[in-house]
């Protein structure tokens, strides 16, 4: 079974500065991909960035990167020079291999304030 | 371009009026899903499909019906909605293997 937590469930940070969103999950799997999906007042899910377990390298895309600490479980989300469009519920995320359902954490509500 | 549709993105409908949800995904993926999101209660499958003529019950099947006849298309049914249907719901599309997700854009469901 897997879980998979986020403790923060809201955070606030001044534009321009940088944020850090908490996950940690548990899983059996040996092989695992962690994603984090953004949802904005739209209410669109839009994934911001993904990981697969095997792969030492934290991932990047642009002004988001991770820090993902496989044997501590845990897959930070961290914004750098936030904008005003990063304000959205964050929620980290992992698939099951057997039947790919997703877990997903409770989410975190970030607001950036202008 | 890749897309994840759905249609309706909004309806507003009356109890035991039947309706489908369409989702399209032009992606060639085999994994296809519906989750309903709901305040406080997360995000909560529906039903999945791991291929053509493949689909299974998730989480939270009662009330609902899916059909996946072509590898695009996974429509959601509901046959006799009822005022605990009103949610948000999504259409999900993936690669399989534990690959990456991709979500519709939603449609909000509302039924009176």
């Known amino acids: 079974a897997q879980t998979v937590t986020q403790s923060q469930p809201e955070m606030s940070v001044q534009e321009a500065e940088t944020v850090t969103l908490s996950c940690t999950y548990d899983t059996s799997e040996s092989n695992y991909y962690l994603f984090w999906y953004k949802q904005p007042p739209s209410r669109q899910m839009i994934l911001v960035i993904r990981?697969?377990?095997?792969?030492?390298q934290n991932a990047t895309e642009n002004r988001f990167s991770v820090n993902f600490q496989k044997a501590a479980k845990s897959f930070s989300l961290k914004i750098s020079d936030s904008q005003l469009g990063d304000t959205a519920m964050y929620f980290c995320a992992s698939p099951n291999f057997g039947n790919e359902k997703l877990t997903f954490g409770t989410g975190t509500r970030l607001t950036i304030i202008p | 371009e890749a897309q994840v549709t759905q249609n309706p993105r909004y309806l507003i409908t009356v109890t035991g009026k039947k309706l489908t949800v369409t989702c399209s995904q032009n992606m060639n993926h085999e994994y296809m899903s519906w989750y309903r999101q709901d305040p406080g209660l997360g995000l909560r499958q529906i039903y999945y499909s791991m291929n053509v003529e493949v689909t299974d019950k998730g989480d939270v099947p009662e009330g609902y019906k899916v059909s996946r006849k072509e590898k695009r298309n996974f429509p959601l049914i509901l046959e006799s909605p009822s005022p605990n249907q009103t949610s948000l719901y999504f259409c999900l599309t993936g690669g399989g293997r534990g690959d990456t997700q991709y979500f519709g854009p939603g449609t909000r469901l509302t039924v009176l």
């Open positions: 990981q697969e377990a095997y792969k030492q």
